[in-house]
């Protein structure tokens, strides 16, 4: 460099001194001595004037930025050390007003500078000064590259320990520019530190990039460390696809090593823990499809399935309408009564699936069960003596290959971090009981009602009124009359209250006055003359039906107890909501049972016969029936298929309605990936970005260069031998530049 570059930095300082206020003194002396390096920049300098040059340039030495300090060093304007200089810094003004330096350093310019700016840095980061410390390694990188791997390591770990996201951010660029010339530098720990610092801080896809670097050298940090990063992670929907991935990627590398009996397949090996947290975050944002895929890795990796995970199994089987796998579970979970109070989300969920699959005797009888819980000594001894741990089929029990997780349903981690955060609908925990809710009790009055089972009716509401003895303030029958009086079905009110009657079972003496008051207003007095016959045996006395009538007609109040407000309940409301629930989804949901049945058979044949029969009866695929095809038909790598499939899809989508959600469309895209149709990758991408749907682009490009590393790598598009050829070579290209691969 010579002096003209000289002068170009000096003129550079002079603008970044010149922000500061204009009243500094700091800034003024620093200004003069600027422009009086100029002066003498600018003329032919005489020995005086070059010795006044290196004071006023050593001088600079203690304050101004290594850079600017390297300009000149490059320039050989100066050659002087400031030990030396110390001894004399009394006799010049600017070092007399603004030096503050204690510790002289040596200044050698030139060959030195590389070390003046190590020995900066290295104080900078024993000191935890990170601002400074980045500012130095920025000017020592851009003239000399990247330092020492220690310095790096050093300055990455104090970059991670901050919860300043600009910081972190920092971090994480210099982590993967660095990772692109010397990837072996970076040390597993200090990958750890930046990833729990950018997941902890919500900047979950720099996360994920960090933990796809550990994998990539098949290394992870250790299983406690990994979960607080997925922890993290896992708090927000876009994390949790990316944690998902990310342990699909992990269990991929176990299996992998487990096969060739490699000595790190251990250390890669996934744990309950990790798969709880990420079926938890499944639930709690309703990814059914990633669940569902999360337990079938499960099964693969022979990771055994405890209690939190069965109660998470369960509600992704109810988001997928899997009755029959919920019923395989509830043999498991009746074996540990002692936690019915933890599986009381899985009966919830068991329940739900009887009623959406219009099955009411089911849903019946497991009420009845339920209300039957603990109360024989034998069935608790037959419970004790079943095997602890047994395994789960997926798909179905009679599938000779079907895979099988390993369960514990006794095992319960007490100081776990998971709460299943699915407000139940149907059962609840209360004073040690399973309890029915207002919802429960609800549909099966309407039901019943319905098909004129009244008596049916009656029977189960007895059945669980006596499992509800223990819990405080429950009359279930009467609530149940007095909520059908109110909406006015006094037939079937009266209905209840014979049966009730005939069984000996006590009734709250103020349903029969409100049934009474109710027929006098409709005018019913046959039917108020039967209920007054009843009152009378059961010892309740009223006036006669004469005194009543005249009553009734002189005043809209009769002297009764005050008993109408008694029926204003939440059982009311439920019902009032359970009537105008007319839809049912019963027909859709066992087309689609039967056809993940077949597919997870592999009876390809057969899940198309049963879609084509629901279409003729006129029942619209959901977005599960394609999903259900869309597994069925990548397990076969039949992705040709899939091309179809995705036609009926647009086509429904576009006049029924039809809506897939973002698990979905990731399915296709990596079924058109593996099958080498870019046209349709392209086109699923685009839409997904219509509707602002996050996509995990290291997952795709990952998958790329597992399926396609050499497509089209030296063909150009004048030497297409075809316009398909030419067009494929085009989506091929958009996807790598998509992806971050190509550049146009």
């Not at 499809?289 to 069965?310: F, R, W, Y």
């Not at 309605?657 to 349709?680: M, P």
């Amino acid at each position: 460099m010579g002096h003209e570059e000289a002068t170009v930095a000096v003129h550079e300082e002079m603008k970044r001194v010149q922000k500061f206020p204009s009243n500094s003194t700091y800034a003024t002396h620093r200004l003069r001595v600027l422009n009086k390096i100029l002066q003498l920049l600018s003329i032919q300098r005489t020995v005086s004037q070059e010795e006044e040059l290196e004071l006023l340039f050593s001088g600079l030495s203690f304050f101004y930025s290594p850079l600017f300090l390297l300009h000149f060093a490059a320039a050989r304007v100066a050659a002087v050390t400031v030990t030396e200089l110390w001894n004399t810094k009394s006799q010049i003004p600017f070092f007399r007003c603004v030096s503050t330096s204690v510790h002289p350093t040596k200044l050698c310019w030139g060959g030195s500078s590389y070390d003046v700016l190590l020995g900066k840095l290295e104080i900078a980061l024993k000191d935890h000064q990170i601002d400074e410390a980045w500012e130095l390694f920025s000017d020592f990188r851009r003239l000399y590259g990247f330092p020492n791997d220690k310095f790096l390591l050093m300055l990455v770990s104090q970059l991670s320990y901050t919860s300043d996201c600009k910081r972190l951010h920092k971090a994480y660029n210099l982590v993967l520019q660095n990772w692109k010339e010397k990837p072996v530098v970076l040390q597993l720990d200090t990958l750890t530190k930046l990833g729990l610092g950018l997941a902890r801080s919500q900047m979950p896809i720099p996360a994920s990039e960090i933990l796809r670097l550990m994998l990539h050298t098949r290394r992870l940090p250790r299983m406690e460390l990994l979960q607080l990063v997925i922890l993290h992670m896992v708090k927000s929907e876009v994390g949790t696809y990316l944690a998902s991935n990310i342990l699909v990627q992990i269990c991929d590398c176990f299996l992998q090593q487990a096969a060739s009996r490699d000595d790190q397949a251990k250390s890669m090996e996934p744990d309950t823990m990790l798969f709880n947290l990420l079926l938890h975050a499944c639930v709690r944002f309703k990814l059914s499809l990633k669940g569902q895929q999360l337990v079938e890795l499960m099964s693969q990796t022979e990771v055994v399935a405890d209690a939190h995970t069965i109660v998470l199994i369960a509600r992704i089987y109810e988001m997928n309408g899997q009755r029959d796998e919920l019923k395989n579970l509830k043999t498991h979970i009746d074996q540990v009564p002692s936690l019915v109070c933890h599986y009381y989300q899985f009966y919830d969920a068991l329940l739900s699936l009887h009623f959406k699959y219009d099955d009411f005797d089911s849903a019946a009888n497991l009420m009845l069960e339920i209300c039957r819980f603990g109360e024989s000594k034998s069935i608790q001894k037959h419970w004790r003596e079943l095997q602890k741990s047994s395994f789960l089929p997926i798909g179905s029990r009679h599938l000779k290959d079907g895979l099988k997780i390993k369960m514990m349903p006794e095992l319960l981690q007490k100081d776990s971090v998971l709460n299943v955060e699915v407000k139940p609908e149907f059962i609840n925990y209360k004073n040690g009981k399973l309890v029915a809710s207002n919802k429960t009790i609800a549909k099966f009055i309407v039901e019943l009602r319905r098909v004129g089972e009244t008596s049916e009716l009656s029977k189960l509401l007895l059945q669980v009124q006596k499992g509800l003895a223990s819990v405080e303030g429950s009359n279930l029958c009467s609530d149940v009359v007095k909520a059908c009086i109110c909406l006015g079905w006094l037939e079937t009110a009266h209905d209840v209250l014979d049966d009730v009657e005939a069984v000996g079972s006590p009734m709250d003496s103020a349903v029969y006055f409100l049934l009474l008051k109710a027929y006098y207003k409709q005018d019913m007095l046959r039917e108020a003359d039967v209920l007054q016959k009843q009152m009378t045996k059961v010892g309740l006395s009223i006036s006669t039906t004469k005194d009543m009538t005249s009553s009734m007609c002189s005043s809209s109040r009769i002297l009764l107890p005050n008993i109408e407000g008694a029926t204003h309940t939440s059982l009311v409301e439920s019902l009032i909501q359970e009537m105008k629930e007319t839809s049912s989804v019963s027909g859709v949901l066992k087309f689609n049972s039967s056809i993940y049945f077949f597919c997870k058979a592999k009876m390809i044949e057969d899940a198309l016969q049963a879609y084509k029969r629901m279409q003729q009866l006129g029942i619209q695929p959901t977005a599960q029936t394609f999903a259900n095809l869309v597994f069925g038909f990548s397990s076969l790598q039949m992705y040709i298929n899939i091309t179809i499939l995705w036609g009926d899809m647009k086509r429904r989508m576009q006049s029924v309605d039809l809506v897939l959600s973002r698990d979905l469309y990731e399915c296709l895209l990596l079924c058109f990936l593996r099958g080498g149709y870019f046209e349709r990758v392209m086109e699923i991408v685009g839409r997904m970005e219509e509707q602002n749907m996050y996509t995990d682009k290291g997952m795709y490009k990952r998958e790329f260069l597992m399926l396609h590393k050499n497509l089209y790598r030296s063909l150009k598009p004048s030497e297409a031998k075809s316009e398909a050829q030419k067009k494929r070579l085009e989506d091929v290209r958009a996807f790598k530049k998509w992806v971050g691969m190509y550049e146009a």
